[in-house]
């Protein structure tokens, strides 16, 4: 009864230094996203990946890349950390919505809290 | 332009008041879903409700009741009879059908006071 776990839990990292956090989920989804949420921001759509091979933009990309790794996987890449990145990481799954589907929410993990000195 | 605006920041009642808290949304999508999150102080997101554009009926779930209307473009939520339980963030969201993206807004905090 895993649903979406995120690796690691907490990280600090300096100034430049590169960084992957992870995530996967067993409930079979075929969407997965990464998310950032800061201060009076609410969440805001870093990437998403809508199917295994394909990602795309979301609100707020620069500075990350992903990787939908297979239909589990979905990894978040800073590749030279900078302060204005430190937040609260959440990843999330879903089905693909359908018209007429039932109740098909996210699923959040529980979290990546990152700090950039 | 924000896509999901959640204007009110912070609310304090006391315990047993009903409170409502807004969200108002913007899509040129025909097709779109709303949902209500809640975040507790222990960080985890947690589900409350999901309405799709083609279904306007209120809906209530115990305490809990949301009032969707497309003519204002809202999505409220009320808590009856609020619980200290009830402190939380609470996000409203939207998916445009098509492109496969959520908006969320930036949060209500509720404090409930006892």
């Known amino acids: 009864n895993a649903g979406v776990t995120q690796t690691p839990k907490f990280q600090v990292l300096k100034t430049g230094q590169s960084m992957t956090l992870q995530c996967a989920q067993d409930?079979?989804?075929?969407?997965m996203y990464w998310y950032r949420q800061d201060p009076g921001m609410g969440l805001r759509l870093i990437y998403y990946?809508?199917?295994?091979?394909?990602?795309d933009k979301g609100e707020v990309p620069n500075g990350y890349n992903v990787s939908r790794l297979n239909k589990r996987e979905f990894s978040l890449r800073l590749e030279s950390a900078a302060p204005s990145q430190t937040s609260v990481y959440f990843c999330a799954s879903s089905e693909t919505v359908n018209r007429g589907a039932g109740d098909q929410p996210q699923h959040f993990g529980d979290g990546t809290r990152l700090s950039i000195l | 332009a924000q896509k999901v605006t959640q204007a009110q920041t912070e609310i304090s009642v006391v315990e047993k008041e009903d409170v409502t808290l807004d969200c108002v949304y913007e899509t040129r999508d025909t097709t779109y879903y709303l949902f209500w999150y809640k975040q507790p102080p222990s960080g985890e997101l947690v589900f409350l409700i999901r309405r799709n554009s083609f279904d306007e009926q209120n809906e209530i779930s115990g305490r809990y009741s949301w009032n969707f209307q497309k003519s204002t473009s809202s999505f409220n939520f009320t808590i009856t009879a609020s619980q200290v339980v009830d402190s939380a963030v609470y996000f409203c969201a939207l998916l445009e059908y098509n492109f496969n993206k959520f908006y969320f807004g930036s949060g209500t905090k509720l404090n409930v006071k006892p």
């Open positions: 990946s809508a199917s295994e091979g394909t990602t």
């Open positions: 409930m079979n989804h075929n969407s």
